[in-house]
């Protein structure tokens, strides 16, 4: 059902063409599964009688975390055999994903960038712990090693 009737009220053409909004994927595939909210604002232009609409589409889903601020961080200051840049590669691959369209793939290398980030932390905090220890009972000291 197409509208095309311009003796319809601006408001009943607004109703009308809401319910035929369908949402397609990058594919072509309709998602019946995900609720959207639309906004319609009408928009005139000028001082003329032209008319428009803006659509504001979003999804009622939270956005896809790729955690890659996290990962860049953990890159520079925290790399424990290099997991923080491993973390960072999934981030990129998530950001990739989400912009193909591709939620599930996104969501799956998220979910991965954010364990390694999570290993990283830990054993990086380990790292720091252990050498303070060692440093407070004597196995080493910092002088020494930068006499040479």
């Known amino acids: ?21 369908t949402y397609c994927d990058s594919e072509g595939k309709g998602k019946e599964n ?28 939270p956005p896809v975390q790729d955690h ?3 990962s860049i961080f953990n890159t520079i200051y925290m790399n424990f055999c290099c997991l923080g840049f491993i973390a960072l590669i999934f981030s990129v691959k998530s950001r ?22 999570i290993v990283t932390c830990i054993l990086t905090a380990i790292w720091f712990i252990v050498m303070i220890i060692l440093m407070a009972l004597g196995f080493f000291s910092i002088p020494l090693i930068m006499r040479g």
């Open 1 to 21: 059902m197409e509208i095309c009737d311009n003796d319809l009220p601006f408001q009943q053409h607004m109703e009308a063409s809401s319910k035929m909004l």
């Open 96 to 117: 990739d994903r989400k912009g193909m369209g591709d939620r599930l793939g996104a969501i799956i290398y998220g979910s991965k960038a954010r364990t390694l980030n």
């Open 68 to 70: 890659i601020i996290w």
């Open 34 to 61: 995900e609720l959207l909210k639309v906004e319609m604002t009408p928009l005139q232009v000028g001082s003329g009688h032209t008319e428009s609409t803006v659509l504001s589409v979003t999804s009622d889903q």
